[in-house]
C-alpha cells in the first residue's frame, strides 16, 4: 500500500509563489506517473500536472502551462509543484496521486491518492 502525503499549501497573495511537496511512502512499480489534481468548491476534481517516473517527461493542464512546474527527488520519494504567478482561480484542495504504467489525465486512472492540502489565492 502507497501512501501519499501532501504539504506546503498556505494562503498567499495573487502573484505570489507556493512549493507543494508529496511523499511518498513506496513506489507503486518500478515506472510509475506521480501527478498533482485540484478541487475547489462545488466544482470536480481537476489535472494539474504530471511526471514519468520512467522518461521525467511532464504533462500539465493548459490553466497552469507557463506558471507551474512539477519535479521530483527519487532518493527522497518526493514530488513538488512549484506555482508561481497564483491566481485567485487557484484557489483549491491540491492533491497528489500516483499510478503505475503510462500517463493519463483522467482522475479514474490513479490508484493512490493523499488528503490534500489547500491553497488558497486572494486578490
Known amino acids: 500500500q502507497v501512501q501519499l502525503v501532501e504539504s506546503g499549501g498556505g494562503l498567499v497573495q495573487a502573484g505570489e509563489s507556493l512549493r507543494l511537496s508529496c511523499v511518498a511512502s513506496a513506489r507503486t512499480s518500478s515506472s510509475q506517473i506521480m501527478a498533482w489534481f485540484r478541487q475547489a468548491p462545488g466544482k470536480e476534481r481537476e489535472f494539474v500536472g504530471a511526471?514519468?517516473?520512467?522518461?521525467?517527461?511532464?504533462y500539465y493542464a493548459d490553466s497552469v502551462k507557463g506558471r507551474f512546474t512539477i519535479s521530483k527527488d527519487n532518493d527522497r520519494e518526493t514530488v513538488y509543484l512549484q506555482m508561481n504567478s497564483l491566481k485567485p482561480e487557484d484557489t483549491a484542495l491540491y492533491y497528489c496521486?500516483?499510478?503505475?504504467?503510462?500517463?493519463?489525465?483522467?482522475?479514474?486512472?490513479?490508484?493512490?491518492w493523499g488528503q490534500g492540502t489547500q491553497v488558497t489565492v486572494s486578490s
Open positions: 496521486a500516483a499510478k503505475s504504467g503510462l500517463y493519463s489525465g483522467s482522475r479514474f486512472a490513479y490508484t493512490y
Open positions: 511526471i514519468s517516473d520512467a522518461t521525467s517527461r511532464r
